[in-house]
T-cell receptor, first 112, second 114 residues
Framework: QKEVEQDPGPLSVPEGAIVSLNCTYS??????FMWYRQYSRKGPELLMY????GNKEDGRFTAQVDKSSKYISLFIRDSQPSDSATYLC????????????FGTGTRLLVSP | KAGVTQTPRYLIKTRGQQVTLSCSPI?????VSWYQQTPGQGLQFLFE???????NKGNFPGRFSGRQFSNSRSEMNVSTLELGDSALYLC?????????????FGPGTRLTVL
């Protein structure tokens, strides 16, 4: 069993929808949680970086961490076709971006 | 500010050969991490170099090695290539200490082993 589980999708939504992306994990030592967006043939791009439990908002993106349930989420409001990409969660026991463990990614398709 | 650059972008090798990939981080960033991305396993951590020292290491065999130079540029080397080493190799740079909360990935080097 992988340390970080993520539904591969694809997840198809209409433009303007609220998107919910999720990851579960098994290692209770994870303290740092990230979300990345990866377009085809590009490197991942950091979207959100959070520490421990709680919520963090940045524009149309909201990241939630529930350490008691070992569950993290990324919400995208007012989704746009340009949001179509693969979304990767990642987490680490160590500060910053050391030794990240990634989920396999969820492919999101936003149709106009 | 220039982004993370990786060279070469594409590489074709045969089994048994060795390969060296290069990564130039964002100016001022002292940490460079390497990841292998495959369709089956996703992104897997190889190792991280911080100020020329290997700070973290993933669960890859000793055929995978790396180093970092005084200008923070990093190289990774894979010896005795196997078919399963075919992957996208990504490097990521960040400041390396808790005062930084930004990290950038390069575009990757796509390695094909025949």
């Amino acid at each position: 069993q992988k340390e970080v589980e993520q539904d591969p999708g694809p997840l198809s939504v209409p433009e303007g929808a609220i998107v919910s992306l999720n990851c579960t994990y098994s290692n209770s030592a994870f303290q740092y949680f990230m979300w990345y967006r990866q377009y085809s043939r590009k490197g991942p791009e950091l979207l959100m970086y959070t520490y421990s439990s709680g919520n963090k908002e940045d524009g149309r993106f909201t990241a939630q961490v529930d350490k008691s349930s070992k569950y993290i989420s990324l919400f995208i409001r007012d989704s746009q076709p340009s949001d179509s990409a693969t979304y990767l969660c990642a987490m680490s026991e160590k500060t910053g971006f050391q030794k990240l463990v990634f989920g396999t990614g969820t492919r999101l398709l936003v149709s106009p | 500010k220039a982004g993370v650059t990786q060279t070469p972008r594409y590489l074709i090798k045969t089994r048994g050969q060795q390969v060296t990939l290069s990564c130039s981080p964002i100016s001022g960033h002292r940490s460079v991490s390497w990841y292998q991305q495959t369709p089956g396993q996703g992104l897997q951590f190889l190792f991280e170099y911080f100020s020329e020292t290997q700070r973290n290491k993933g669960n890859f065999p000793g055929r995978f090695s790396g180093r970092q130079f005084s200008n923070s540029r990093s190289e990774m080397n894979v010896s005795t290539l196997e078919l399963g080493d075919s992957a996208l190799y990504l490097c990521a740079s960040w400041g390396g200490t808790t005062s930084y909360n930004e990290q950038f990935f390069g575009p990757g080097t796509r390695l094909t082993v025949l």
